[in-house]
T-cell receptor, first 110, second 113 residues
Framework: SQQGEEDPQALSIQEGENATMNCSYK?????LQWYRQNSGRGLVHLIL?????REKHSGRLRVTLDTSKKSSSLLITASRAADTASYFC??????????FGTGTRLTVIP | EPEVTQTPSHQVTQMGQEVILRCVPI?????FYWYRQILGQKVEFLVS????????KSEIFDDQFSVERPDGSNFTLKIRSTKLEDSAMYFC???????????FGQGTRLTVV
């Protein structure tokens, strides 16, 4: 299975702090994508990083990818209460499907 | 901003009944997907669809499931004879090309009773 596994499963921080979530996977990938899901809602695409990229930024988000360690991290800087959600990594091995991890539940306390 | 839309948002059906979940992908996208998420579990891939045919499917996508693109805008998932374990949130997604960002709809919560 190439499914990603996020770490930690749950994270609680104060507003303004940074949040770091990690994802590990098992097989070679073409790209890795991060998604956010608010409780009971749809998946919102955050960022895609390709296997030949090491770091990518989008606003307050920073994603790194280490293909030698088969791991990725998502950093949210200066967190806000509205960032409270579950965050998932999803790996794409080029077969037109995504394998999702179990997610990290982030709680940002105002 | 273009988005994937799904209807209905919630469907309750009796075990053994057929259900059709509907999706309107983003208009210029060529790849379409269905995923499901059983409550409290991972999002699981069901099927991908390109050029009017299935390109990939998972073990979950057995003979009870089928997909169709009946016209130029809709993409449907049919479950022929629903089982209790089919209860889940079903997400439709689309992408402009393979290996690109996949954009998801808000989901249809299917409850089989």
């Amino acid at each position: 299975s190439q499914q990603g596994e996020e770490d930690p499963q749950a994270l609680s921080i104060q507003e303004g702090e940074n949040a770091t979530m990690n994802c590990s996977y098992k097989t070679s990938i073409n790209n890795l994508q991060w998604y956010r899901q608010n409780s009971g809602r749809g998946l919102v695409h955050l960022i895609l990083i390709r296997s030949n990229e090491r770091e990518k930024h989008s606003g307050r988000l920073r994603v790194t990818l280490d293909t030698s360690k088969k791991s990725s991290s998502l950093l949210i800087t200066a967190s806000r209460a509205a960032d409270t959600a579950s965050y998932f990594c999803a790996t794409d091995a080029g077969a037109n499907n995504l394998f999702f991890g179990t997610g990290t539940r982030l709680t940002v306390i105002p | 901003e273009p988005e994937v839309t799904q209807t209905p948002s919630h469907q309750v059906t009796q075990m053994g009944q057929e259900v059709i979940l509907r999706c309107v992908p983003i208009s210029n996208h060529l790849y379409f997907y269905w995923y499901r998420q059983i409550l409290g579990q991972k999002v699981e891939f069901l099927v991908s669809f390109y050029n009017n045919e299935i390109s990939e499917k998972s073990e979950i996508f057995d003979d009870q499931f089928s997909v169709e693109r009946p016209d130029g805008s809709n993409f449907t998932l049919k479950i022929r004879s629903t089982k209790l374990e089919d209860s889940a949130m079903y997400f439709c997604a689309s992408s402009e090309a393979g290996e690109q960002e996949a954009f998801f709809g808000q989901g249809t919560r299917l409850t089989v009773v």
